[in-house]
């Protein structure tokens, strides 16, 4: 089974910027690939996602401040944060399935889970 490995989080002030990748182990051909984030005390939720097409698609309190796209052979994955906010706060794991998914999933959906990468927001 492919292996998804996550890196590049970290603390930063609110409306700074961060940036995740995501390495697959092999190349995610006709996959759909994205990242889910948990908040402490929350249910882990939908952030982007990005079709085997190159359609992308945000949660409504991300977009317009986070671009998900993938590198060369579809096997990195990046989710570049703006304008970050308190809210952002929280674990971010890259996630992936076999086709398409719809724009609104729950975490079930994927199989495939990197282990997580934590995003901390301060004032």
């Known amino acids: 089974q492919i292996k998804l490995a996550e890196s590049g989080g970290g603390a930063t002030q609110a409306g700074g910027s961060l940036n995740l990748s995501c390495t697959a182990s092999?190349?995610?051909?006709?996959?759909?690939m994205g990242w889910f984030r948990q908040a402490p005390g929350k249910e882990r939720e939908a952030v982007a996602l990005?079709?085997?097409?190159?359609?992308?698609h945000y949660s409504d309190s991300v977009r317009g401040r986070f671009t998900i796209s993938q590198a060369g052979a579809k096997n990195d994955l990046i989710l570049q944060m703006m304008s970050l906010k308190l809210e952002d706060t929280g674990m971010y794991y890259c996630?992936?399935?076999?086709?398409?998914?719809?724009?609104?999933?729950?975490?079930?959906?994927?199989?495939?889970w990197g282990q997580g990468t934590p995003v901390s927001v301060s004032p």
């Open positions: 996630v992936g399935k076999s086709g398409y998914c719809s724009t609104e999933v729950v975490p079930s959906e994927f199989p495939l």
């Open positions: 092999e190349d995610v051909y006709i996959y759909c």
């Open positions: 990005i079709q085997p097409s190159g359609r992308v």
